[in-house]
């Protein structure tokens, strides 16, 4: 039985010829084969104290006097939204095997590292592919600071991990 690790699936998929599958020509082995690790991303912000800006403007707007004040705190509302817009930063997480997590624990736990946090942490680090250097020690940094968004990244590990990949109906069109 030949084993297939994480890192076989994480490779750009083979192209595959646009070819009518019926019972008769399915290659299961070749479906497989052509498989990837499931995905999931966040987006994460650097100027979450900007939020409370946009909470002041929006209880402004709610008892403005006139429509002209209105409009002059829509502008700078999305002038406070274009700038927490122009911070943020999309974290792509990849999912890894059950036997690969396991792995990576009983490592940790062989390096001393008992704390059931700080391997949640650790085992998220390893499964970020975008952006390139994301560690255990800079979320633990980004969990001082915006303990939320560490939450947000590991959500999405977990799905990764956990969760069958599905499509919203939304993007499927008709037919």
Not at 13 to 32: G, I, L, M, R
Not at 47 to 70: F, G, I, K, Y
Not at 88 to 115: C, K, M, P
């Amino acid at each position: 039985m030949t084993k297939i690790s994480d890192e076989d699936f994480a490779a750009p998929a083979a192209q595959v010829e646009d070819e009518p599958v019926s019972p008769a020509n399915f290659d299961f082995a070749a479906w497989v084969a052509g498989s990837r690790l499931t995905r999931h991303a966040v987006t994460i912000y650097q100027r979450p104290d900007l939020l409370a800006d946009l909470d002041e403007v929006m209880e402004l707007e709610a008892r403005a006097a006139s429509e002209d004040e209105r409009n002059e705190l829509l502008e700078r509302g999305k002038t406070i939204a274009a700038e927490m817009t122009a911070s943020r930063l999309r974290i792509v997480v990849e999912a890894r095997s059950s036997s690969w997590q396991q792995e990576f624990v009983n490592e940790l736990t062989e390096a001393g590292v008992t704390d059931e946090t700080e391997r949640l942490l650790h085992l998220t680090a390893a499964q970020v592919v975008e952006p390139e250097g994301v560690t255990f020690e800079t979320l633990r940094a980004l969990a001082e600071v915006s303990e939320p968004q560490v939450v947000k990244i590991v959500q999405a590990r977990t799905l990764a991990n956990e969760s069958a990949p599905t499509i919203s109906a939304r993007y499927l069109g008709k037919g």
